[in-house]
């Protein structure tokens, strides 16, 4: 029985060891694509929001209560037009108050005017009140002045774009109440990180793409570029025009990508194929690592300048463990 057991036990070692060799000299899969000829295009993508190219927000001045808006949202005004009245019954009571002060004063300084030319008033007293006059004067001109910060007037021509102010609210100083401005024509206003700018120019196309035409490449060409960017977020805001017949509605979010430059006939390979400028391509059986020169280098392609064949067979992706010279064996599609 004890040779049995050692023609058993050798057998299975035989069949482990077997097994062990197979698994660590087995041919890898990996999967394979060919290059291929197309259209390279350096890009530099930004965010922005669709605006008028002339508009304007109309804020309150004072803190008071909304008691007269316009029903004018989308609707045509004119220069002046006045958009919303706020409460300026205070306001007007020390108008009141002041002009009744006014007619005091310069009661005052007629009846020492009278004295003086009969001797019975001295200059001093009539200086005085000439003085009252004066002041309240500038007084009342400052505070008709401020009853005009009381109506919200259309600052130019255009359309009413958009209105947030209601009967009864209270107007903040700083809160935009009305948006007015003509419709056409737009602009996208993009934030181009700094990095990017230099490479940004007008005249540049613009390729937009937004949630509301999903599917639909719209397009743009860039307008002008801020000349001071912004040291927080260390970006600089440029203009995209677009054409008069856009669908892009004023206030929608867009993604941009500004093509910088192109490249047409193009050999391009797939971006995650390559790690630097290293990727693998197949010869027979066998998975070898080569250096390429690349050119522009997209999302999702990258151009190959040179050394790649036309007809070789790419690793894709880049096999993280793979090693120059490793067996492989291509899964079927």
Not at 91 to 108: G, H, W
Not at 128 to 141: M, N, T, Y
Not at 224 to 233: A, E, F, W
Not at 234 to 247: G, M, S
Request: hydrophobic residues 45%.
């Amino acid at each position: 029985m004890k040779p049995i057991r050692i023609l058993i036990f050798a057998a299975l070692a035989a069949a482990a060891a077997g097994a062990g060799y197979w698994y660590y000299t087995r041919p890898a899969e990996v999967t394979v694509v060919a290059p291929a000829r197309g259209t390279a295009a350096e890009i530099v993508f930004a965010s922005g929001t669709v605006e008028p190219r002339s508009w304007a927000k109309v804020t309150s001045l004072v803190r008071e209560r909304i008691v007269e808006t316009c029903v004018c949202e989308g609707e045509t005004v004119a220069k002046g037009d006045v958009l919303a009245r706020l409460d300026a019954s205070e306001a007007e009571a020390t108008l009141a108050e002041l002009k009744a002060r006014y007619k005091l004063a310069l009661d005052e300084q007629q009846r020492l005017t009278v004295l003086v030319d009969r001797n019975v008033a001295n200059l001093t007293a009539l200086e005085r009140a000439r003085s009252e006059v004066s002041q309240v004067e500038a007084l009342i001109a400052g505070q008709t002045a401020r009853l005009g910060n009381y109506e919200l007037r259309a600052p130019d021509d255009g359309v009413v774009l958009r209105k947030d102010a209601e009967v009864g609210e209270i107007a903040e100083p700083g809160t935009v109440l009305f948006w007015v401005g003509r419709p056409t024509p737009r602009i996208v206003v993009a934030e181009v990180n700094e990095e990017d700018i230099p490479r940004v120019e007008p005249g540049q196309r613009a390729l937009l793409r937004s949630d509301a035409f999903p599917g639909r490449e719209l397009e743009a060409k860039v307008d002008s570029i801020t000349p001071k960017g912004d040291p927080v977020t260390r970006t600089y805001r440029v203009r995209l025009a677009l054409p008069d017949d856009t669908p892009l509605l004023i206030g929608m979010s867009v993604d941009a990508n500004i093509v910088i430059r192109t490249s047409e006939g193009a050999l391009l390979v797939p971006a995650i194929a390559l790690r630097e400028n290293r990727l693998f391509v197949v010869e027979g059986d066998t998975a070898r690592l080569v250096t390429v020169e690349t050119g522009i280098r997209g999302t999702s392609r990258t151009e190959v300048l040179s050394g790649l064949a036309e007809d070789a067979r790419l690793v894709s992706p880049y096999p993280e463990t793979l090693e120059d010279g490793t067996r492989v064996k291509v899964k079927a599609d």
